[in-house]
């Protein structure tokens, strides 16, 4: 059985960098645009892959729905900048590495590797 609960489990944590991502360094960021949309596409999949297990109850097929819809109504709320570019590029960005992106694509491994 797929346990949905520890994959729905990442999202608040990614969120929450993502919107600190965009409150300060990354507020311009084109890695931060690719990130939130990554992240929005990555629950929607989720929510469709929970609707069509036929191992999951549906009382915790609703449960999970529920975080789901709360988790991207706060990823449509992460605000971005107008125009966003590469902000390593326009010689903005000093950190190593692109936060968005180490978010959208290595955190959730990160988390979920035990």
Request: proline fraction near 5%.
């Amino acid at each position: 059985m797929v346990d949905f609960e520890s994959q729905v489990r990442i999202y608040p944590v990614m969120l929450s960098a993502l919107k600190a991502s965009s409150e300060d360094i990354c507020v311009r960021c084109i890695g931060l645009e690719s990130a939130k949309i990554k992240t929005e596409k990555g629950l929607k999949r989720l929510k469709m892959e929970i609707g069509k297990s036929a191992e999951t109850p549906e009382e915790k097929k609703k449960e999970l729905v529920t975080k789901i819809d709360t988790l991207l109504t706060i990823a449509e709320e992460i605000p971005l900048a107008e125009n966003c570019s590469c902000q390593k590029t326009a010689e903005s960005c000093f950190i190593l590495g692109c936060t968005p992106k180490f978010i959208a694509e290595q955190l959730p491994n990160v988390l979920t590797t035990p």
